[in-house]
């Protein structure tokens, strides 16, 4: 009993520490935050040896090129191939989530190098999600495609402008992330395999939350530069007194 006991006490506290090693430099806020951060903690002891980060890159990158790649058979054959965006998400989701955490389990980290290559290729996956919505829709609702790319790009510039303002890198907005994006569009994915043309509503809704979301964020961002501004103007007065 007492050996079971400390077994699971072990267990747990291995646990916390892979948790607490694979969340550096990074502060999330998403509402999934708990079960995916679990959910990495499990996998990431798993990864053979022999697969990189860059390996885990390029996996997630295929996803979202699977995705893009639904779109276009949908569009010419049946809407029943929108079910491989979905399955692009997942793997986009292992490949993305999974590259940087693993390189700090390994301690091998290259935080500014995994930095650009991350937003290079998720602005990369925004474009081909958006286009392959484009292709996919007919007349007016095309423009909801490009409405996403800009929206969702929106969200990353305020991402790194926040990182410049408050030196903390955090790649939610509010309790949206990643991850919850790929949940809500792999959702008005299913929604369209079972209702045809459901998507241009729902698509439109999607981007009208990521302009809230975005408008929010901005002027949450504004106001933290503002006090930084304030609080550096202070600073320097204060050294010139000194002085």
Same mark, same amino acid.
């Given at each position: ?31 999934? $935050? ?7 903690? @499990?996998? !990431?002891? *798993?990864?053979?040896?022999?697969? /990189?980060? =860059? ?7 295929? &996803? /979202?090129?699977?995705?893009?790649? /639904?779109?276009?058979?949908?569009? @010419? ?17 292992? &490949? %993305?989530?999974? %590259? ?5 389990? *390994?301690?091998?980290?290259? $935080? ?14 925004? !474009? ?5 919505? /484009? ?13 996403? !790319? +800009? ?15 408050? =030196? ?5 907005? &509010? ?5 919850? +994006? *790929? ?16 998507? +241009? ?25 503002? $006090? ?11 050294? $010139?007194?000194?002085?």
């Amino acid at each position: 009993m007492r050996k079971t006991k400390k077994t699971q006490n072990q267990k747990k506290r291995e646990y916390f520490e892979i948790l607490n090693t694979i969340s550096k430099g990074r502060h999330r806020t998403n509402i999934l $935050k708990k079960p995916e951060q679990s959910a990495l903690a @499990y996998l !990431v002891k *798993r990864i053979p040896a022999w697969v /990189s980060s =860059d390996m885990l890159t390029f996996f997630g990158f295929c &996803g /979202s090129l699977l995705t893009a790649a /639904s779109f276009v058979m949908a569009a @010419y054959w049946s809407r029943l191939y929108l079910l491989l965006g979905i399955l692009g998400f997942i793997i986009n989701w292992f &490949g %993305d989530s999974l %590259d940087g955490r693993l390189a700090y389990y *390994r301690n091998k980290p290259r $935080k500014w190098y995994g930095f650009s290559l991350d937003i290079t290729v998720d602005w990369l996956t925004t !474009v081909l999600i958006g286009s392959g919505y /484009s292709l996919y829709t007919e007349g007016f609702a095309k423009f909801f495609g490009l409405a996403f !790319v +800009v929206m969702y790009s929106w969200a990353m510039i305020t991402t790194l402008m926040r990182y410049k303002v408050t =030196d903390q890198y955090s790649i939610d907005t &509010g309790i949206l992330g990643p991850t919850e +994006v *790929r949940v809500v569009i792999s959702l008005i994915l299913l929604a369209e395999v079972f209702i045809k043309d459901s998507i +241009v509503y729902t698509g439109a809704l999607a981007c009208v939350v990521l302009l809230v979301v975005n408008v929010i964020s901005t002027v949450e961002l504004l106001i933290v530069a503002d $006090k930084r501004d304030k609080d550096e103007k202070e600073s320097n007065a204060g050294s $010139k007194t000194e002085g």
